[in-house]
């Protein structure tokens, strides 16, 4: 590893603690200036002025860091990069097998792209685009606060595929209504679970457990976690929506997710097993809105929110022939291989996508798709 790629590292002695500070809080959300011991980003997410909060599963933490990334532009171009994964290890003096792309964020307030990117030795780097161009995000001396979660999987422990659950303690990540909201598994009888945090960061977590019909199993479920979310309202209530693997389509009363709760979501499409979700975002044109979810398998997703609000049905019943779908209806876009994306704007999506030609490409997209 080249010393170029110390220098972007969040630094080899931090990871030793959880947290270090060197100067009183000062911050309005309760930031305090010194450098997070970050041993993973999982998961990131934006909450209010420019604070950008990481998920580390490894530590079973989330970290609250202030980009000092917070003026205001009513409207962007968006970001534009060819062979971003080349163009990111050639930054971090590596080679593109070193290095994976682990998540990617638009700051809501500054429409600048973030992206957290693991390296093979195990370092996490955090950076930062602007149109076409890459830059690292230095964690060094920040205002940052840090929230360890509770019940979270012992660091030794391992699913029947010899994989960390410790990782798997954050799989997806949001934030609404002043609120930080994790998805993942916990040490609990049923794991899989959704912990509503909120911020500033204070002790108080509140913890459900979830369970639902897996349709594409033929069976109930509560060990796996989410993978991706988002919140929305349907005919004036709240609703976290969600995916899982294989790929049920979920709705969870948000005002039922209460700590110390255990809660059935309502099963509302089948969207193909054989398949992982990986993002998702709401989108609107008009006066319509639509689901966007990116799929490791398959193709870019789109739901109407209509079809989703007019179905009143939950999916109790196995879909017995494979790859089949059920419930609500979606398109498939000619999207492929879209591996992130993100809200830009109502209209506008940023997505990181594997090209025909092999080439890994982040773009902007443009109101065709809608």
């Known amino acids: 590893m080249k010393k170029t790629y110390a220098i972007l590292a969040l630094g080899v002695a931090g990871l030793l603690f959880l947290a270090t500070t060197t100067r009183p809080i000062q911050n309005q959300y309760g930031l305090a200036t010194g450098t997070p011991a970050i041993k993973s980003i999982n998961a990131l997410t934006f909450g209010p002025d420019g604070v950008l909060f990481i998920g580390d599963g490894k530590s079973a933490a989330v970290f609250a ?9 009513g409207k962007s171009a968006g970001a534009d990069i060819k062979n971003i994964d080349q163009k990111i290890a050639a930054l971090l003096g590596t080679e593109v097998a070193n290095i994976t792309i682990q998540d990617i964020a638009v700051n809501p307030v500054s429409k600048n792209v973030y992206c957290a990117v693991q390296h093979s030795d195990g370092t ?3 950076l930062k685009i602007v149109g076409d161009k890459l830059s690292a995000v ?12 509770t019940n979270a999987p012992a660091e030794d422990a391992k699913d029947r595929r010899g994989e960390s659950l410790r990782v798997a303690s954050i799989s997806d990540m949001g ?17 899989s679970t959704f912990r509503s945090i909120p911020f500033p960061f204070t002790n108080t977590q509140d913890q459900a457990s979830l369970e639902i019909y897996h349709a594409a199993h033929g069976k109930y479920e509560t060990m796996a976690p989410i993978k991706t979310f988002t919140t929305t309202e349907i005919k004036g ?14 709705l969870f009363p948000l005002d039922e997710l209460k700590g110390g709760s255990h809660v059935k979501g309502r099963t509302v499409a089948e969207m193909g097993s054989g398949n992982s979700p990986l993002d998702m975002v709401i989108m609107t044109k008009g006066n319509e809105s639509f689901l966007m979810m990116a799929n490791s398998s398959r193709p870019v997703f789109k739901v109407n929110y209509k079809n989703l609000a007019d179905y009143q049905g939950s999916l109790t019943t196995p879909v017995v022939e494979n790859f ?9 876009l000619p999207l492929t291989n879209v591996v992130q994306l993100d809200k830009l704007d109502d209209t506008h999506m940023v997505l990181l996508q594997r090209r025909s030609n092999g080439s890994l490409d982040l773009w902007t997209s443009n109101e065709r798709y809608l």
């Open 324 to 332: 089949a779908t059920a419930g609500v209806d979606f398109v498939s």
């Open 175 to 191: 934030y609404a209504d002043g609120k930080v909201m994790v998805s993942g598994l916990s040490n609990q009888e049923f794991g």
């Open 138 to 149: 230095s964690l060094k001396e920040v205002p940052f606060s840090m929230l360890a979660l």
């Open 65 to 73: 860091v202030d980009t000092k990334d917070a003026v205001p532009v």
């Open 237 to 250: 209530k709240k609703y976290l929506l969600a995916s899982y693997t294989c790929t049920p389509l979920v």
């Open 124 to 126: 996490p780097v955090l």
